[in-house]
């Protein structure tokens, strides 16, 4: 599995080289229900339910202290459970294919006609994605979404409504860990998501802005996750976004000749 790791970094890393349309009309507040908590939970978790299936092409930024590079690329998402990644070089050449699903993985790298292949683990996403994401949180930061999934039967410890956003929090005292959501008014769009201790330090933050609504969902062109416990983060800039198209289907177009190594 190291094997594996580093030579996903290796390639990775030889792979990545070196606006958008659409914002979220504002809303004056005079306009706005101020919903209350309970039906804020339901209707966040049910807007992030509502997306089937995405498709999204732009650009990847990450950086770390083993990696810092971007590239163009390309996603697609079927939930519950495939994840399509493409990486492109100039003049759009594809350069590598990944398909992870909860189970298994698929690695085509073109340069070398390769396709490695096995059951997907923590240490295979980190070494294609170069962050330490699980499969759904991976999932949701493509998306621009949280989950609120374990909140939808419980009250926050804190909630308030600061200007034009709701700002909840969850506090779990046994693991020492506080989830903040900060949510704007008008659209529903989750524009802040960070993980802290209960001295408001934080290992995990993530931000989404220029957001375009999709099938009255408010869904990210441009998203930041920051890992700042290993200080890891991952920028995406969309171009181009579709969600729950019809007939949406995730293949590899793999030459016949190629090369297969299971690990």
């Known amino acids: 599995m190291k094997k594996l790791v580093l030579f996903l970094l290796a390639v990775i890393s030889f792979l990545f080289i070196t606006t958008y349309?659409?914002?979220?009309?504002?809303?004056?507040?005079?306009?706005?229900e101020v919903l209350p908590i309970e039906r804020l939970v339901k209707k966040l978790e049910a807007n992030r339910r509502r997306i089937k299936s995405f498709q999204g092409s732009g650009k990847i930024s990450i950086s770390s202290a083993q990696f810092n590079n971007s590239a163009q690329f390309q996603v697609v998402l079927q939930k519950p459970?495939?994840?399509?990644?493409?990486?492109?070089?100039?003049f759009g050449i594809e350069l590598a294919q990944v398909l992870v699903t909860k189970d298994d993985f698929l690695f085509y790298e073109a340069l070398h006609n390769t396709l490695y292949k096995g059951k997907v683990?923590?240490?295979v996403l980190k070494g294609i994605?170069?962050?330490?994401?699980s499969f759904q949180d991976l999932m949701?930061?493509?998306?621009?979404?949280?989950?609120?999934?374990?909140?939808?039967?419980?009250n926050p410890t804190k909630f308030e409504v600061l200007y034009d956003n709701y700002v909840m929090t969850y506090a779990d005292s046994t693991a020492d860990v506080n989830s903040v959501y900060k949510i704007d008014v008008r659209d529903l769009g989750i524009?802040?998501?960070?993980?802290t201790n209960h001295r408001g330090q934080a290992s995990l933050s993530a931000a989404y802005s220029k957001f375009k609504?999709?099938?009255s969902v408010p869904i990210p062109y441009n998203i930041e996750?920051?890992?700042?416990?290993?200080?890891?983060?991952?920028?995406?800039?969309?171009?181009?976004?579709?969600?729950?198209k019809r007939n949406t289907s995730i293949k590899m177009d793999i030459p016949e000749d190629a090369t297969v190594i299971k690990w």
């Open 21 to 32: 349309p659409g914002c979220v009309p504002s809303r004056s507040m005079d306009e706005v």
């Open 140 to 154: 949701n930061a493509f998306i621009g979404s949280v989950s609120l999934a374990d909140h939808l039967y419980e």
């Open 129 to 133: 994605f170069k962050i330490d994401l």
């Open 225 to 244: 996750v920051k890992n700042l416990k290993n200080k890891q983060t991952i920028n995406i800039e969309y171009k181009n976004i579709e969600v729950n």
């Open 191 to 195: 524009i802040n998501f960070d993980v």
């Open 213 to 215: 609504v999709f099938e």
């Open 121 to 123: 683990s923590d240490d």
């Open 81 to 90: 459970d495939s994840l399509y990644f493409s990486v492109m070089g100039p």
